[in-house]
């Protein structure tokens, strides 16, 4: 039996434990996980407090090698990884190498981040002993770490957004210690890279406590975790209803702290209007890969499409629903995202208008979770009037909605909640005739995007992986790219200290080379 | 009877009303305000809606000279400022001549932040169409304006932390509408201004809604006014209470917010060493003119003194209660302010081990609401027994603490809540010989200063005013400086948009001339 990794050492092997799923077989796998006690929970918290300063004290350069020990570590691993993440998550072999590259090229952007060392924002103004009518101190901040930070694995991202993602990369990055509650889901992945979390750790001697993985059900782990005072912010990409509830029990908080949740979003593409023959084809197929990319398992995963009605947009619902009735079903992550996706088809198909095009049955495949694809069709009117129709439906489908003039896309637009992206399909020019538009969708989205669909998130300084509520919790913040570190860092000043006590950010020679606003 | 400014047009004129306090009469003045009424508040919140989609469009060239013409306009009115001002708060002439200038220093210094226009972070990542294995997109980022920002008067702050005090002058420098809920204390005051605002922003074509300003009572109009789906942001400075009341508010919205509430800090002072006689002297009169600056009413007035025990605290304890003595009793803002200080006072005299050095009588003076100063003592041992010496007391009153050993002296630090500021005093030296202790002191203030006292915030680049809760609401934010923008932005990304229609800080020539981070 497995038990969860409590700094250094190993968790309780408590009585309570669960396996794992192949969603591919539909069996259970046989390695057994003790959830993780209330002790280990606040072992692992106390453990995390006490590291926290010395944490904060590392330079760039020690954080750089923590984070490029731990990219090349997982490398390392890379064969176990396919052989447990295939079993755990049904994802083909090629996925489960490319999640591996971005999670390693996500570490080590942090490590050049850190390495390089301006994201602090160090800011300089020097004091004036003369200044009238009163002198002018000398003030110094910079960006410090918040303190330890619980993170929560992403069921869709057993790697990238899981035990070293994005979020504990950035964390770690920042200063702060990890607790990690490991995903139901794939906790034999988790605990691969758990080791390699404490090997790489150790292997650079950072203090016991800068990482901790707990194991077990995350409503009482979860809260557990959040409500302990140990803990400064959160970071959890998950259902809108599970980060919904960690907000609520952070803001309770007799100190509420910062929840970044990444919760939903259905991604709305709107095109301004018919295209040809070619045109159409490419889109339909390009929406078609975006839609069905990892069975419809991703955070931007374009769920409805706004499209003109007529002739054309016959005509483009049928050539799609015909393209999604070739794609076969394939095995969601597990049982309970397949029983959603088919619960939200159902909610869908019920509601006044909507007609479905194509629905492939699910349950064809009597073993496994395997989802088949899905096109429903309404107009603009229908779906203004029930917000049912607004809802994610998290899976390989798509609703297409009609609409008949500019005034109700205007109306489409005015009604969105918050989005992680927003599509837009059209020429140039279109975009100066919906301007208006266009400046509406702003107002909810993270990312916009001109021709092009919003899977395949590239990770990099200028993304946002963020959105106002419920794409997130936080629209001032990205869980993707270099400004995911934000998150987790706060600004502190100091007024009146000697040059050589200030820390090496903030010293007049500027020993590091920074970037730094001096004035 | 004056009614609120919603828009460019006056509010209801309600049945209910309320008057101004002129705390060193102790009457009412003569005006009547009448309270918004729910169709005020509505409208205005309306009014911000439909203009944010507008002033999300300005330039920072657009939004400096609407800031400066504010600037300027509250220059011309000053001499009413001063006559209204003085009788709604009893505060002296050079105060309100002095924090009159603050509030139009810092609606330039966001003038020159959004004329310069770097401080949008604008990130570029140009796209590789040869890429392998995928081509890279074409990304861009910058910040871009929140929405609707409701800001809430500070009674300590009539002018700087006002109608066009630091949360109002950087919401509209993000872009963003704002409205206004006056403190009870000064409607007057918060009326000149409030016209004036509405004559600049007339004046530079802004649309209406960009700002509206609300009579009445916090808790009926802050509750309307922060559940409004209009309201995206909201800034506060006051009470604890009032201000945990409103992040609840807003964190339990069906679309939750950002509170950023700057709310209670006792700013303690650390004394690492006994000090010559001179020093001493210095450090008497010093902090002596920081605890009574303003009669004590500054969110950074330093409410607690821990220094060493033994010869030399007796000493310093005598002539700091010596000196306060000579202090005589002065109006505070009005009469709330001085029962919660006298509350404060009696409750910090009844805890176990607190002794009272001195304790004016705020009674002497019947009329008017004048508070006298206090001196109270106790040790390190009973100040770590009972949680309620950690209390801010808003006032003109300071509590020494005594410590035996360096080891008491970390106890004190680690029971510590969130703070403003935390200061220091001693020698070079020690910074290096209380490592510890001040690594544990960075973990809980927004600001450390060395040697220096913590009233008298510099309005700078560098300043954070801001800390970890209950200091503030969001320990990542800070409330003064040009850092105070980042609260009211968030990030947008664009994707594969034309070089021609991206704002000019994405541009690919840089028009604005920006920093900018480009990869």
């Given amino acids: 039996m497995e038990s969860s990794i409590i700094g250094y050492s190993r968790g309780d092997l408590s009585a309570k434990t669960f396996q794992a799923f192949n969603p591919r077989t539909g069996k259970n796998l046989s390695a057994n996980y003790a959830h993780a006690s209330e002790d280990d929970v606040s072992r692992a918290c106390d453990l995390a407090k006490n590291s926290a300063l010395e944490l904060a004290q590392l330079d760039g350069k020690s954080k750089g090698i923590f984070l490029r020990t731990l990219a090349s570590g997982i490398e390392e691993i890379i064969d176990d990884l396919v052989v447990t993440m295939m079993a755990e998550t049904g994802l083909p072999e090629p996925r489960v190498r490319a999640e591996a590259g971005r999670t390693s090229g996500q570490l080590r952007m942090f490590a050049e981040l850190v390495e390089e060392g301006s994201w602090v924002d160090a800011r300089i103004d020097l004091g004036q002993a003369d200044r009238q009518p009163l002198p002018k101190p000398d003030l110094r901040s910079m960006l410090r770490p918040i303190g330890p930070v619980a993170v929560f694995c992403a069921s869709n991202f057993p790697l990238a957004f899981s035990v070293a993602g994005g979020d504990s990369a950035s964390a770690w990055a920042a200063g702060c210690p990890v607790l990690v509650k490991a995903h139901h889901a794939h906790p034999g992945t988790a605990l691969l890279i758990g080791q390699k979390v404490v090997e790489s750790l150790k292997a650079c001697n950072w203090p016991e406590g800068s990482f901790s993985l707990l194991f077990g059900d995350g409503r009482t782990i979860g809260k557990s975790l959040v409500e302990h005072p140990a803990i400064k912010a959160v970071g959890f990409t998950g259902s809108r209803t599970g980060g919904r509830a960690l907000f609520d029990l952070a803001s309770k908080r007799p100190e509420p702290i910062p929840v970044f949740a990444e919760m939903s979003s259905i991604n709305p593409i709107f095109v301004f209007s018919g295209m040809s023959t070619k045109q159409t084809e490419e889109f339909a197929s390009g929406l078609l890969g975006s839609a069905t990319l990892g069975v419809g398992q991703f955070c931007t995963n374009p769920g409805v499409v706004f499209h003109p009605g007529g002739e054309w947009g016959d005509h483009f619902a049928k050539l799609y629903s015909r393209m999604m009735q070739e794609i076969s079903a394939s095995p969601m ?71 008949e003039s500019q005034e109700e896309m205007q109306k489409l637009a005015k009604v969105l909640e918050g989005q992680l992206t927003v599509s837009l399909f059209g020429k140039d020019i279109d975009l100066k005739k919906y301007g208006e538009l266009v400046a509406i969708l702003e107002t909810k989205a993270g990312r916009l995007l001109f021709n092009q669909f919003p899977t395949g998130v590239e990770v990099c300084p200028s993304i946002v992986h963020g959105g106002p509520y419920p794409s997130t919790s936080d629209s001032r913040s990205t869980s993707v790219g270099t400004g995911a570190i ?29 970037r730094r606003s001096e004035g």
């Fill in 333 to 403: 992550l597990h049982d309970g995202i397949l029983s959603a996706y088919e619960n939200g088809l159902n909610s869908l198909s019920s509601c006044e208008g909507v007609k479905s095009l194509h629905r492939a049955s699910s349950k064809e495949i009597v073993e496994g979770s395997f989802a088949g694809t899905c096109v429903m069709q309404t107009n603009a009117r229908d779906f203004l009037a029930d917000e049912a129709m607004m809802e994610e439906v998290f899976g390989p489908s798509t609703l297409l909605v009609s609409y």
């Fill in 486 to 514: 934000f998150r987790f860092s706060r600004p502190v000043c100091f007024q009146g200290f000697p040059n050589d006590w200030l820390p090496d950010e903030l010293k007049d020679e500027n020993p590091l080379a920074l």
